[in-house]
């Protein structure tokens, strides 16, 4: 059996003359309860980010300023996504390997996820993620 590579997340913009507002509510728009929010800044378009999948945790990528790219995979199905506005996300379950990269000089890259850090739970070598990834499609 399969399961979500990732879906597509489109944000309401509630802005007016006075300004733009995006507003993303954890268990609302975002499809878990928000354990954690980074931000990556000052990366280029040399510069490759992630590069991991993750065991518990899933997250939400939002550009709010700039572009990127997220390439994302499951072994098997691979789709690269670009995210260039701000009132738009990506959703990434657990268990995706992700690679963001070819960011924008202005790029500010939003990342909300559903666990507190664990560095334990991370696949970083891509070659056992997918003996993992083999092993836990056979289950679900």
Same mark, same amino acid.
């Given at each position: /059996? *399969?399961?979500? !590579? ?5 944000? %309401?913009? !509630? ?5 733009? !507002?995006?507003?993303? $509510? ?7 309860? +928000?354990?954690?929010?980074?931000? +990556? ?12 999948? &993750?065991?518990?945790? $899933? ?11 997220? /390439?994302? *995979?499951?072994?098997?199905? @691979?789709? +690269?996504?670009?995210?260039?506005? #701000? /009132?738009?996300?990506?959703?990434? #379950? @657990? /268990? +995706?390997?992700? $690679?963001? =990269? ?6 500010? !890259? ?10 334990? $739970? ?13 092993? =836990? &499609? %056979?289950?679900?």
């Amino acid at each position: /059996m *399969t399961h979500e !590579l990732y879906r597509k997340l489109q944000f %309401a913009d !509630l802005g007016d003359d006075r300004g733009k !507002l995006v507003v993303a $509510e954890g268990e609302l728009d975002i499809p878990f309860r +928000i354990e954690r929010v980074f931000y +990556i800044y000052g990366s280029d378009d040399t510069v490759v980010r992630g590069q991991h999948a &993750n065991r518990e945790s $899933e997250f939400v990528l939002i550009n709010v300023s700039g572009s990127s790219k997220v /390439m994302i *995979t499951d072994g098997t199905n @691979k789709e +690269i996504v670009e995210l260039n506005r #701000p /009132m738009e996300g990506v959703y990434i #379950p @657990k /268990m +995706i390997w992700k $690679e963001m =990269y070819d960011f924008s000089p202005d790029s500010v !890259l939003l990342v909300l996820a559903s666990t507190h850090y664990d560095g334990s $739970e991370y696949i970083r070598d891509y070659d056992r993620y997918l003996k993992e990834i083999s092993k =836990y &499609n %056979a289950r679900t």
